[in-house]
């Protein structure tokens, strides 16, 4: 069972402003947690990212070790009239303040279609043995 995770570190993402250049690229900074549902939602020229979940499990085993994989899922809502392409990048920090892992992803053919709600999973790969010693995660969320 995941639990939902307190919404209280929100940034305020400088691309809200109507008249910004950036409006089409949005960026969210929290705590990174585990197994639990961390709420966004920010607002992208009108897609909008609801939550993030960070998982590990065990995919592949061999007789000299157990290959860990790890993910996140990101789930959006195209809130606009016209379909969506966005692409994600999500980036880990320790407490030193160290980049310990990195996924990124989105989609190039299939968009996200008026009113429609989709989820994306990024890989975090190969960067990943540090990524439970996470803090702090930024994520960025730019439309083609």
Do not use: C
């Not at 929290?30 to 020229?45: G, S, T, Y």
């Not at 990195?102 to 429609?116: F, H, L, N, Q, R």
Request: hydrophobic share 40%.
């Amino acid at each position: 069972i995941l639990e939902v995770a307190p919404k209280d570190s929100f940034i305020k993402n400088p691309a809200d402003e109507k008249t910004s250049p950036l409006k089409s690229l949005g960026h969210t900074k929290l705590p990174f947690l585990w197994d639990k549902i961390i709420r966004i939602e920010n607002e992208v020229d009108g897609l909008i990212v609801n939550h993030v979940v960070f998982t590990q499990k065990n995919s592949l085993f061999n007789m000299k070790s157990t290959e860990i994989k790890v993910i996140a899922n990101i789930q959006v809502t195209n809130a606009s009239s016209i379909q969506k392409y966005p692409s994600f990048s999500i980036a880990v920090f320790n407490e030193e303040g160290s980049l310990v892992g990195v996924a990124s992803g989105g989609t190039w053919i299939k968009g996200v279609k008026p009113k429609e709600t989709m989820t994306f999973t990024l890989s975090f790969e190969p960067m990943k043995e540090r990524i439970p010693f996470g803090t702090l995660f930024h994520v960025s969320v730019e439309l083609k």
